[in-house]
Nanobody, 124 residues
Framework: QVQLLESGGGLVQAGGSLRLSCAAS????????MAWFRQAPGKEREFVAG???????TYADSMKGRFTISRDIAKNTMYLQMNSLEPEDTAVYYC??????????????????WGQGTQVTVSS
């Protein structure tokens, strides 16, 4: 079983940057599919970016060119570098892990383990 803990959220002005971290424990993330999702107030949880065991990546269309997903196997940690942030990016960001390591799916059901989330607030 994998435990996930997000950090790095906070308040930033529009146009600014943040880097989120997702520290995993219990198992190595090297063979897991990993992803970031986010949920804004009153909205459904949505896919942000995913990375699989072979470092294949996929992004939601609105994040392409602004967000970068990566991972450090030695630190058992996944990251989300977010640049050119917009007020519409305000949400709780969650990391997730799935046992189907080859997947970069945007579907919530693909992922078996979830963190508690970290709040990102972008002011205009």
């Amino acid at each position: 079983q994998v435990q996930l803990l997000e950090s790095g959220g906070g308040l930033v002005q529009a146009g600014g940057s943040l880097r989120l971290s997702c520290a995993a424990s219990g198992r190595t993330i090297s063979m897991y599919a990993m992803a970031w999702f986010r949920q804004a107030p009153g909205k459904e949880r949505e896919f942000v970016a995913g990375i699989n065991y072979a470092s294949g990546r996929t992004y939601a269309d609105s994040m392409k060119g602004r967000f970068t997903i990566s991972r450090d196997i030695a630190k058992n940690t996944m990251y989300l570098q977010m640049n050119s942030l917009e007020p519409e990016d305000t949400a709780v960001y969650y990391c997730a892990a799935g046992v189907r390591g080859s997947s970069t799916s945007s579907q919530l059901r693909t992922y078996d383990y979830w963190g508690q989330g970290t709040q990102v607030t972008v002011s205009s």
